[in-house]
């Protein structure tokens, strides 16, 4: 198998084979985001000889006569291969007709693969056709994760993210129609100090007229190489203190009506988080409220500056 880069994953994806098939990112603009800072380039599609040649290698390891003693001897007995997480910041980015050969290799070498999965933005699929995000759907593209980040309009322009609330309803609705279910990463803290709660609520509104499996909030943590750290050096942002970053998470979860699964599971944030909405929102509430009421700000403010990368 071949990676380039540190690799990205969903927490949940833990289980995933994962296959690349590009690196870095198309937009490669967020004010914030240091993740793909060391790849020399911004963009990169993987060749499909280099995705078949992958896909060769797990195949060879699991059927192999030799390699299945090998992971007997050490006790082991994997499982067939059941999901795939396809790596690179957006890999739903490229033309369906790639996506289709990706697939078709995927189940050519891998036939106990059901799903497909990846990271993807807002305006992935604004160049697919509806009948396009079916034919994707049916290969078995499935379980997508979108860093909308925010609802927050304000936030999104400052950010440069390259999209708007409206956006995120109108293609999100597209998956929908076309069956693939998608989660949501959250950026606590991306709205600025002061504006965290409000933030949080207007990323609710939107959120609550969706359907994502998943709102997966991340704290926004700033690394002086990012384009967001200069900014506040120059006195045009400011970050939300700690505590307040659960003020603004608090909001989230009060204002949240949807049936999802809640989950702050990344090592940006400091308190592990995970629960059933609507079912274990008292219980989340008053998890956060404990937090809110007994921690102090420094001890999650040395959590942060200790904290070496995402």
Not at 63 to 90: H, K
Not at 119 to 127: C, G, I, L, M
Request: with cysteine; hydrophobic share 35%.
């Amino acid at each position: 198998m071949h990676y380039t880069g540190t690799i990205w994953r969903p927490p949940y994806e833990a289980d995933s084979l994962l296959l690349e098939v590009t690196a870095g990112c198309t937009h490669h603009k967020c004010k914030f985001c240091t993740l793909y800072s060391d790849l020399p380039f911004k963009f990169r599609m993987t060749s499909m000889e280099d995705i078949e040649r992958d896909l060769l290698e797990v195949r060879t390891l699991r059927t192999n006569p030799y390699s299945r003693m090998l992971t007997r001897l050490q006790g082991e007995d994997p499982d067939p291969i059941r999901r795939v997480f396809l790596t690179g910041a957006n890999p739903f980015v490229l033309k369906t007709g790639k996506l289709l050969k990706i697939a078709s290799l995927i189940h050519q070498y891998l036939p106990s693969v059901e799903s497909i999965g990846c990271f993807a933005r807002v305006t992935d699929s604004v160049n697919k056709t509806d009948e396009e995000l079916l034919q994707l759907r049916q290969a078995g593209y499935n379980g997508l994760t979108i860093g909308v980040e925010t609802g927050d309009d304000v936030a999104l322009a400052f950010m440069r993210k390259g999209y708007t609330s409206l956006d995120i309803l109108a293609q999100c609705r597209r998956l929908e129609q076309a069956g693939i279910e998608y989660g949501f990463f959250y950026l606590t803290s991306i709205s600025g100090k002061g504006r965290g709660e409000d933030g949080a609520k207007a990323s609710a509104e939107i959120f609550n007229q969706l359907h994502p499996f998943l709102v997966g909030p991340n704290m926004l943590t700033i690394y002086p190489e990012s384009d967001l750290y200069q900014e506040i050096q120059n006195g045009n942002w400011e970050e939300e203190g700690e505590i307040e970053k659960y003020r603004e998470l608090r909001s989230l979860v009060e204002n949240l009506d949807i049936s999802t699964y809640f989950a702050a599971m990344g090592a940006s944030n400091a308190f592990q988080l995970r629960g059933k909405l609507p079912e274990d929102k008292e219980k989340l509430l008053a998890t956060l409220d404990r937090i809110i009421s007994e921690v102090i700000e420094e001890e999650l403010r040395r959590y942060r500056r200790n904290l070496r990368h995402l």
